[in-house]
């Protein structure tokens, strides 16, 4: 997962990209990375890290032009190196093209080998560098063209954006698996991963990004083409549940009323008699809501957060996510002491995280503690830019929910149903991927 955003503007655009960048940081926090058009040549920044410790105002001031794009990154199948870094550069016909992706290919390996065998030599190990190759090698000054070729050999969840010839351009995979939208601010132009990141530099989302579509945005305005293709949008449901923010309206759903419904449904579906309804923060909290007052239970802030923490799931290494859950959610012991209470998070991976919670609030006194969980069980990986562990460490793909719940020791244990998903985003669940429920991957992951 990691985010993007594109500007165009008749003013400097490097202080609006890092202030949206910075609202898209719970979209990746290993790295982020900004490249400016200023009419002559792309000038660019990468650092590792979060993004307000990777740009001064001084770097900002040097990383002067009208149009600009920018990555937060986090690290999914290639590895944490400064070399991945995104956005990548390349030259074509004596055009610089500066590239930033979020999404995964399922065909990377396959499609890189076929390129080195003809001699190319890559600079990174990240599929988004496929992409550009691709892109330049199409390139005949149509850049349309280049990419609805590149489109038929790419395989996968992608939403780009790229500056090519003083043009910011943006496309989506056919099946829209991560998010894109577009907006306005007066004569500025803004393509990005979320609306947060358009609202927050002072302008208005107008719409999605469709899947499969493609858009140039240059002096004389936004231009839509499409790439045809079979596949329909099966836009990713975790977006939903868990990674995108609160804020974040996607394809017409907004995530707060989606989690909040959810947390209405799973009472409706899995009803609880406790003291009170806990949320694990963030994504927890709506539902937690949601549950509470279908519930007419009492609402309460059982686990304190440390806000200057990133995500537990998306820390590399097992070491490191069971630190951080410790560091991350401290028991309140003042609020569940004493009480039973019914535990909403968004989703159990490993187990780790759950069963650490669960432990350390009996520690603080709580009497029972129940657990609801806003998604079926993860059974299946995610190929699609997700770091979904593989299926041997997925708790649910090996243990029933009944062997889940002593596992991590709740005194009982729900997920929301399928159909409590679908009715949470009032859409047919055909609109979504949910391939890690059910392992029905609307791109064959062994595709070559
Ligand atoms: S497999 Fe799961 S996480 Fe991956 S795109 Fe599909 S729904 Fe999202």
Not at 87 to 104: C, L, R, S, W, Y
Not at 278 to 300: E, L, N, R, T
Request: glycine fraction near 10%.
């Amino acid at each position: 997962m990691c985010g993007v955003i594109g500007i165009y503007s008749k003013s400097n655009v490097a202080t609006s990209l890092f202030y949206g960048m910075n609202s898209l940081q719970h979209r990746g926090q290993e790295a982020t990375g900004m490249a400016i058009d200023n009419g002559e040549e792309i000038l660019r920044k990468r650092a590792m890290g979060l993004v307000i410790d990777a740009y001064t105002e001084e770097s900002l001031r040097e990383l002067a032009g009208n149009i600009g794009i920018g990555h937060v990154r986090y690290s999914t199948a290639e590895g944490s190196h400064d070399y991945n870094i995104q956005p990548i550069m390349g030259f074509v016909g004596g055009e610089t093209i500066a590239i930033a992706n979020d999404g995964n290919l399922v065909n990377y390996q396959v499609l890189r080998e076929r390129l080195e065998e003809e001699g190319m030599m890559f600079q990174t190990t990240n599929d988004t560098e496929v992409i550009l190759y691709l892109i330049t090698r199409y390139y005949d000054g149509d850049i349309v063209a280049a990419i609805k070729k590149t489109m038929k050999v790419i395989k996968g969840a992608y939403s780009v954006t790229a500056l090519v010839k003083g043009k910011v351009v943006a496309f989506r995979d056919p099946n829209g698996f991560r998010p894109l939208v577009l907006g306005r601010d007066e004569d500025d132009v803004i393509v990005a991963s979320e609306n947060a990141a358009i609202e927050i530099i002072g302008g208005q989302m107008t719409r999605d990004i469709g899947a499969g579509e493609i858009l140039v945005i240059d002096e004389t305005g936004i231009h839509s083409d499409h790439f045809e293709s079979e596949d329909t949008p099966k836009n990713c449901i975790f977006e939903y549940v868990y990674f995108a923010r609160n804020d974040a309206t996607l394809d017409d759903i907004n995530a707060y009323t989606f989690r909040r419904r959810c947390g209405e449904i799973l009472w409706e579906e899995a009803p609880c008699d406790v003291d009170l309804v806990v949320p694990v923060p963030d994504s927890g909290i709506p539902s937690a809501i949601g549950y509470a007052q279908a519930a007419k239970i009492p609402y309460g802030e059982g686990l304190v957060k440390n806000r200057y923490m990133g995500r537990t799931f998306i820390k590399p290494t097992q070491k490191e996510r069971d630190m951080a859950v410790k560091l991350k959610l401290n028991p309140l012991g003042d609020v569940v002491k004493g009480k039973s209470i019914v535990l909403l998070d968004d989703s159990i991976v490993r187990g780790t995280t759950s069963r650490n919670l669960i432990h350390r609030l009996r520690e603080a006194g709580a009497k029972e503690v129940h657990m609801r969980i806003t998604s079926p069980p993860v059974k299946y990986s995610c190929y699609y830019g997700i770091d979904t562990p593989n299926r041997k460490h997925l708790i649910a793909a090996n243990q029933s929910i009944k062997e889940i719940e002593e596992n991590i020791g709740a005194d009982s244990l729900a997920f929301i149903s399928m159909d409590g998903l679908a009715r949470a985003g009032k859409k047919s669940i055909d609109n979504y991927c949910i391939a890690c429920f059910n392992g029905d991957y609307p791109v064959d992951p062994t595709v070559i």
